[in-house]
């Protein structure tokens, strides 16, 4: 029970549902971009600004239901996530309406998808430096050591 409450305290939940979505969406976006020269190939992505949305209200509920300080997190189900029974994060893509329509049916738009791999990049940095920040608090604690 009191792992349990370090493991799901303040904000570590939250980070680590960011870092899962990073992760996956980066494997959405390389496979777009290795196929990026196939016929007929339409590229396929997660919103970001959805996953968000989502987040948001995740920790709103958890707020509502403990005061915030531990407890689930709840992300729920929407038409692109779905988090499974053990925390992590089922993504359902779907193929982006943008894109130049070229002459073999491929509407990849390399730029485009160049930006998203380093805005998600970033994010997942980022995300992963407040994991490390915060994980590392957690352990001096059960350490007894003063950061």
Do not use: Y
Not at 20 to 26: E, P, V, Y
Not at 59 to 79: F, N, P
Not at 107 to 121: C, H, I, K, P
């Amino acid at each position: 029970m009191f792992i349990d409450q370090l493991s799901n305290a303040g904000s570590l939940p939250v980070v680590e549902a960011a870092l899962r979505f990073a992760s996956q969406r980066q494997k959405l976006i390389a496979h777009n971009i290795a196929n990026f020269e196939t016929p007929n190939f339409q590229p396929v992505d997660v919103s970001p600004k959805r996953f968000q949305e989502a987040l948001a209200g995740a920790v709103k509920d958890r707020r509502r239901a403990t005061g915030g300080m531990h407890g689930e997190l709840s992300i729920g189900r929407s038409s692109e996530i779905e988090q499974s029974r053990d925390g992590g994060l089922i993504l359902r893509p779907r193929t982006s309406v943008g894109g130049v329509l070229a002459h073999d049916r491929n509407s990849s738009d390399l730029e485009r998808t160049m930006q998203a791999m380093v805005e998600n990049a970033a994010a997942f940095r980022v995300a992963a430096d407040l994991f490390r920040t915060r994980a590392g608090v957690v352990k001096n604690a059960i350490a007894e050591r003063v950061a």
